[in-house]
């Protein structure tokens, strides 16, 4: 019944790569660098503070193509690596489409998600360096929890701050990154001067991804000894060139399969994901072997930062304290519709992946979130793959390409990422089947607002 | 810094089992046959209004050793097996133990669990049959997980009875189902004639296993035109001959290693998961090829029936609608403490594992839930996977067979079943992380008090 492809192909063990592929050593122009507030470059010597000196190295270098894995973490990579990669042969068929439509699963660990593989790494880098704490802030939950995986697993201590109305609304998540060994706290907190002041002007809050990047960050800088760094998991280019495994790995797969995706899709929150997928094949259409790729960010209409928003310098969170990035944003004050689940709320997107869709080298698709369940739900019935929410856009994106194949006739390749399950969804899933979920769309008044919040930088943009 | 085996080793598509292995037809004993209450055998035609054809075809043939697995449930197993068999190199470090420690991990599902290799068997069959409608009950909420994914596949509507406690506690089993498309009715309900009894009686009960059973059959017989059919998720022979590919896999995956183990270890409720993973290693030990190998069925010590049970006929369900088995039974009207987290809260067993138990082909031990939590989470920490607290423990019991090794400097290879995800735990794991979880172990009061609902049969035991 089925074609020669199998269901799922597993590479080997050994097949697992050996070095992180960092997509801008091959970006005809790179992307804009970070900088201070004051419009000065941000330095190795600025970030020594806040991030293990082996991430600044990777976050800084615009130039090196590939950087090795160290072997522990490699090591750990291969207790739940390589992932495998699936054809989906009951969606095809179910849809009817000649199109042959690949995912590169990343949620069969137990984080859940792909998020592990950036985790892994900065955790690594930290405990190397003769560190003994790290803090992070988690929002839906993902990052969360794979950090509390990675931390256990190299002896660190790890500060947690969650944003409080995720803290109440999902205690699994708590759960699973205190079973890790994690210290999680409710942002804002009274623990640091940052929560203080929020807490302060409004007694109430019910938190921000911004305002727990702030807590994380002091939380770090007042750890003695200067053991104590901070860990972040999307946006910045060390974190893509994490996730470049995914990618890396799906190459790999398909070439052994004997195919070459003419469309690869991944859903965009911060982008790291997205950027670490299309890693090799985007390599392959810049230098011109395979210029005729197509690849799609499918990121939420709520929060909808490629679609929308402007390519400018801002803070990457609200309280802006930590540096600015030339990035596709929708201002550092937006805050995107509560009714929207599960992540992809960030304001802004990897400056890597901003850039090739600024360069035209990239689209963009935002989709409503009630499509975006309908089609998670479809793709679980068939495939028996329940999807988390971020994943499903990727999941709806695919489906419409297929649709298209199936108008067209043509047997396109389709790659999409897979980026993890939804066990700690379920809340979504209900309110979706009860058919109480909605659809805000900000009007061009919210954007505005948010974009008021963009600073601007004397003698830069 | 491994060995030449692999964490994870993967065999090929090709390599998933063609047909399922019958371990009663290498048994030199058969196990005793299902009785109805007046003591006769129970016939085809008396299972034939509660069973799909095929399965009672299945569960009454004590001799055909191999069973085809029909083509549309092989094209579903490649979805997501086969399943890695696993070496715990991280946990084996850290015990300082030269034994080899290996487990078979069922949980790369999204029903999290090994439930789904008979649910896609049964839901199969009963769609071939042209049935529309089957029915089951559900405690923990695996098995009702699984069966929802697979009654989706097979386009089958499912009523699943969900004990009333469970329903109330862990919504989001609840919702997972609903999202397959289930119909969930917490038991016991208004809906049935044996429902509306207990709450008659009752009228706060809590539910229990054995009500939802009477429910869930009530159900079936009563769906028009003869087209429903019960569908159970563990102790008959049929759910073992299913779960054999979990054996199968298992045994095929280590000789391509190049090992045997020397100890196979499953945790046992109602038996289904270990009777699939021993059937091959059994079958050589029965015929004297492995004479030596070590079996160990692992149950909590709250619910004891393989270490403290009565080798008898008695009831598979409380409400006395079932036939019988012979097997070991703390009586069908014992109730496991309600501290008991997760599943393993069967009363009886297996008649097939009962049966090698009885025998003195397989030992059993009982372990206290704390001690199965504390190697849950160690075990979370090094290997990554957060296990269901029923696949805690075969680690716990696993892990002591470990530190023996550790002691008499033997390499014995181990092997255990994982059979599934805590995802959907974490009340459990928080309970147990605050130091609120309890360790009930019943009283012979207790116990004798179950024993008197055995049934005594006419000319029978």
Redesign the interface.
Known sequence: ??GTT???T?L??QQIPTAWYNLRADMPEKPEPMRLPNGAVATHTDLTPVFADALIDQELDDDTAYFEIP?PVR??Y???RPSPLCRAY?LERALGTPAHIYYKFEG?????SHK?NSALAQAYYAAAQGLTNITTETGAGQWGTALA?AA??YGLDLDVFMVKCSYEQK??RR??M????ATVTPSPSTTTEAGRKILAAHPDSSGSLGTAISEAVERALHVPENRGRYQLGSVLNQVVLHQSVIGLESYEALRVIGEYPDIVIGCAGGGSNLGGLIAPFMRDKLCGERPDTRFIAVEPASCPSLTRGRYAYDFADTGQTCPLCKMYTLGNGFIPSSDHAGGLRYHGMSPIVSKLKHDGYLEAVAVRQTDVFEAG?KF???????PAPESSHAILAAIREAEKCRETGEAKTILFGLTG?G??D??A??KY?RGEMSDHVPSDEELEAGFATIPSIPGVQ
């Open positions: 019944m089925t199998p269901y799922r597993y080997s063990e072997e090591e750990m291969k207790v739940y009951n069969n660990n137990t984080s859940g592990l995986e256990a697993h205690p699994f759960n699973i205190e079973t890790f060994g739900e679980a019935k068939l495939e028996t793959i329940l399950t066990y700690f379920m809340v899933y209900d089947n």
